[in-house]
């Protein structure tokens, strides 16, 4: 069965800093575009940053460019998300994604994807 399994959420004050973690089972991310989106209560699902395994190019949404960071390891089959400087408005269930696709570039738009996380809630409050 293929998965992916989100970590690493929870409680940081604003300015802090948190590693998001996906875990794939049941396939290897060589050959898979993978992503991570956002949603928060009321508002749109944002998709905030992939990487495309093929040459590892990535795109990130405007809002999170130059904080967060999404990298992929191998031997680990999993996907991170470093987002540091955090602020309220990054409040969100966070979740991950996975798009098979040799294609070097990855989109940001959930229905693209084949298959998502659960998620894991990320609060930046004081």
């Known amino acids: 069965q293929l998965r992916v399994v989100e970590s690493g959420g929870g409680l940081v004050q604003p300015g802090g800093s948190l590693r998001l973690s996906c875990v794939a089972s049941g396939f290897t991310l060589d050959g898979y575009v993978m992503g991570w989106f956002r949603q928060a209560p009321g508002k749109d699902r944002e998709g905030v940053a992939c990487i495309a395994s093929t040459g590892g190019a990535t795109n990130y949404a405007d809002?999170?460019?130059?904080?967060?960071?999404?990298?992929?390891?191998?031997?680990?089959?999993?996907?991170?998300?470093q987002m540091n400087n955090l602020t309220p408005e990054d409040t969100a269930l966070y979740y991950c994604a996975a798009l098979q696709t040799n294609r070097r570039w990855c989109p940001r738009v959930l229905v693209e994807y084949d298959f998502r996380g659960q998620g894991t809630q990320v609060t930046v409050s004081s």
């Open 63 to 81: 809002s999170v460019k130059d904080r967060f960071t999404i990298s992929t390891d191998g031997a680990k089959n999993t996907a991170y998300l």
